[in-house]
């Protein structure tokens, strides 16, 4: 039996989600499952269009 992974789902399901650190918005979408680490993710703000990090 196998489990999915939940570092692997990219979109707006709850939890993927992050405050943009240029902008303050919500208005976010995680881009990629993985970021450069095992404790980062890559995400996107839809407001001020800028890619960020998030840790953890």
Do not use: I, W
């Not at 976010?28 to 407001?47: A, F, I, N």
């Amino acid at each position: 039996m196998t489990r999915d992974d939940p570092s692997t789902t990219v979109g707006t399901a709850a939890g993927t989600t992050a405050e943009c650190p240029y902008c303050g918005s919500e208005n976010t979408v995680r881009d990629h499952p993985k970021g450069p680490g095992l404790c980062r993710s890559m995400h996107y703000c839809e407001d001020c269009q800028q890619p960020f990090e998030k840790f953890g």
